[in-house]
């Protein structure tokens, strides 16, 4: 709550700067209204009793949707727990140490037939309550330039973090109205962060919001609540790193390319992209906990932003800032002082 607070006064500071005193007060009576909704958004009780209650989690191989369905299987829920290989080493270490209430499916969300299977098998074994929520959480991650990703890496990354998704719903989704229950799609801060070297992942995930955030306006008239995660950085935390050699991006180039990224270039870059990612959080109880809460509180969030203290206040204030602005806090960064020294020289 300190944090929300924090950035709510961060942004007032701003608002000040750019436009003045008259603006300021709208802004803050807005803003003062938005800070009471987040109050009242927890206040209540929750749903800590998940007997009854089933939840479909994609992802379940490793990571948070592994974790994910640990913690609900002990807090009572039925778990169908989708892993991309059902006899892979997450798949049978979450069949070996869940509940009898812990169903372990095959569901690589690409595939049309995987979930049309998927969904058979979950109707066919349903609590009497239903099916309480489909937790969106599959995805893959890839880092690049725009031009060193050929249509085919755009296509792969797209068809299992946007539409892998979108088909996991739309399949779902009248199950989930039937119970008046929970979508959850587990986004990322590079949805509105358009960093250096992660396009192609920002495009999926800037879709998948936009897809999310429509289905909340509709899904609202039938009582079904829509959230949406937003972690930061937890790669060490996660296996959805994607880790490339020097020589294996250098290869994919062709020769004009290859004049304008030169090799040094592309190691330096290689190497500040894997010294960022182990430098993220290893512990994701943080996003763990912001799922909980968005499948069981009376009120759950539209947005869990999922980032440190320090970082929950820029994050929080970026999106509002003038493009001009945005574009120039990457300038702050040394990897882009040495891009355009070792491009241009």
């Known amino acids: 709550m300190w944090s929300v607070i924090v950035s709510l006064v961060m942004l007032l500071v701003f608002i000040y700067v750019c436009f003045g005193t008259y603006i300021v007060t709208y802004s803050a009576f807005t803003l003062g209204l938005l800070l009471l909704a987040q109050v009242l958004r927890h206040r209540g009780g929750s749903l800590s009793d998940g007997s009854d209650r089933a939840v479909l989690i994609t992802g379940c191989d490793s990571g948070f949707g592994h974790q994910l369905a ?50 058979a098998l979950v109707e066919a074994n349903l609590p009497e309550k239903g099916l309480w929520a489909v937790v969106n959480n599959a995805g893959i991650t890839d880092w690049g330039e725009t031009e060193w990703n050929s249509i085919k890496d755009y296509q792969k ?23 008046k229950g929970r979508m959850v799609f587990v986004s990322s801060i590079f949805a509105f ?51 490339k050699t020097t020589q294996e991006i250098w290869d994919k180039l062709d020769d004009e390319h290859k004049v304008i990224f030169n090799r040094s270039y592309i190691e330096c870059a290689n190497t500040y992209f894997q ?7 290893k512990n994701s109880h943080m996003v763990i906990d912001s799922m909980v ?28 800032l003038p493009t001009v602005v945005k574009d ?5 960064s040394p990897i882009y002082h040495k891009r355009k020294v070792m491009l241009y020289s």
């Open 70 to 119: 640990k913690t609900l299987d002990s807090m009572g829920f039925m778990v169908f727990a989708g892993c991309l290989c059902s006899n892979g080493h997450g798949a049978q270490t979450l069949a070996k140490e869940g509940s009898q209430r812990l169903r372990v499916l095959q569901l690589d969300v690409t595939k049309d037939e995987d979930v049309r299977l998927a969904k």
């Open 157 to 179: 990354i797209i068809d299992t973090n946007l539409f892998g998704s979108i088909r996991t719903s739309v399949a779902f989704l009248p199950l989930v109205r039937a119970a």
């Open 193 to 243: 962060f358009h960093c250096l070297n992660m396009g192609a992942y920002s495009i999926s995930k800037r879709g998948l919001e936009a897809f999310a955030d429509c289905l909340r306006v509709e899904l609202s008239s039938f009582d079904v609540k829509v959230s949406i995660i937003q972690p930061g950085n937890f790669g060490p935390a996660t296996n959805i790193r994607s880790k």
């Open 275 to 281: 010294s960022m990612c182990n430098a993220g959080s």
């Open 293 to 320: 809460h968005a499948l069981t509180a009376p009120n759950p969030k539209v947005r869990y932003l999922l980032v440190s203290f320090k970082e929950n206040i820029f994050f929080s204030v970026f999106p509002y």
């Open 328 to 332: 120039a806090v990457f300038s702050l």
